[in-house]
Structures are given as C-alpha cells and as structure tokens.
C-alpha cells in the first residue's frame, strides 16, 4: 500500500511537470506569436503611408518583443523561438530605418526663425527694424552660431528659408551702417559672413543631392 501510495505521489508530480512545461510552452507559443504577427501586420502598411504616432509603435513593438523574449526565461529547448523573435525583429528594424529616412529632418519654419533671430519680430517685411548698430553683431553671431550647429539637419527648404532671411538682415545691415554702426563690428560681421557663405553653399547642395536620391529610391 506504502509503494502505491508513492507511486501515485511520483505519478502525479510527473503530470504537474508536464502540465508545467505545456503551460510555458503554449505561453511561449501566444507570446512569440503575438510578436510576429505585430511586426507582420506593420510591415502591412506603407512607410511613406503611416499616421499612427511612431512613439505609440516603437513603445508597443518593445512591449511585445519584451514579452515574448521573457516568456522563453525557463523553457528548455527555445532555439526555434528566439530564431522567430531575431528574424521579427530584423525585419522591424528594416522598416522603421524605411519610415524614419522618409521623414522631414527638421522643424517647421517658424522654428527655424525662432531659432535664428528669438522670440524676436521680423515683420511680414522681413524689415528687422529692431536691429540696430548696438545688437546688430550678435545678430549675426547667434544666426551663423546656429547655422553653424544645425547644419547637418537643414532641409533643401530650410537652407532657402534661411538664405531669404540671411540677404534680409544684410539689407537692414546696410541701413545700420548709415547710422553709426562701429568699424570693429563691421569687421567682425564681415568675417561671419566669409564663414557662412560657403556653409551655405555646400550643405544646401548636399541637401538637394540628398533629397533626389530619395526620390530615385
């Protein structure tokens, strides 16, 4: 009676780790799964033609690729798995580097002015008639300053943007020298200017060049 009585114990657990391990698996199985068919069902979908809020898809691509990745932590066996998750993985990579590269790379363009010139008015005119001869070259150092730093990221647009505004302010440079603007400061300015000019040139032309490619791809 003794020897039934483990022989059934023994029995009996032998079920409640097999009932376990169909439980991981069968868990692993929805988690993986889910995860599969997320990256699938994006896939689905155009780049050039998703709405959604990119940050929402990011968050939930991590979650379930995280969930599924967890639900492997104690199955044995779980090769055929993570080979799933890494192929899902890569091909969401792929797409998101599709989406992102069709995206503007800058802001919009009153951004750019706020950037360029503050909070400050410049008129539908472009006049700048609050550049005087006092402020007039820190003007011009925070706009090349800025240029200078945002270069990389400026569209074919916002070079043209930023060009219009650029022939604006020498405009109001040339009253300003009428009125007294310094000789030291106009030196300085002058060298800015030498600065800018080439800045301009070339990474408008690789933004150009950029932009066709793009379009050709």
């Not at 698996?25 to 988690?31: I, L």
Request: aromatic residues 10%; proline residues 1%; glycine residues 4%.
């Amino acid at each position: 009676m003794k020897n039934f009585k483990f022989l059934l114990i023994a029995v009996l657990s032998g079920f409640t780790l097999i009932s376990c391990k169909n439980e991981k698996q069968t868990q692993a199985e929805k988690a993986v799964a889910d995860y599969e068919m997320f990256v699938d069902s994006i896939n689905n979908v155009n780049a050039a033609d998703l709405k959604s809020d990119w940050d929402s898809i990011e968050n939930d691509h991590q979650r379930r690729k995280f969930a599924a990745e967890s639900a492997l932590q104690d199955l044995e066996n779980r090769e055929e798995y993570e080979g799933k998750i890494m192929v899902s993985s890569d091909k969401y990579e792929v797409y998101k580097n599709s989406y992102l590269a069709q995206q503007p790379k800058t802001v919009t363009k009153s951004a750019v002015r706020t950037a360029l010139f503050g909070t400050n008015d410049i008129g539908d005119d472009m006049g700048f008639s609050w550049v005087n001869k006092t402020n007039i070259l820190s003007v011009y150092e925070n706009f090349v300053s800025t240029v200078e730093k945002n270069k990389d990221a400026y569209s074919r647009e916002d070079w043209d943007e930023i060009k219009l505004l650029y022939e604006a302010l020498d405009t109001r440079k040339n009253t300003v020298e009428t009125e007294g603007l310094s000789s030291s400061d106009n030196s300085k300015i002058a060298g800015l200017k030498i600065k800018f000019a080439p800045m301009y040139t070339l990474n408008r032309m690789g933004s150009k060049a950029e932009e066709n490619s793009n379009a050709k791809e």
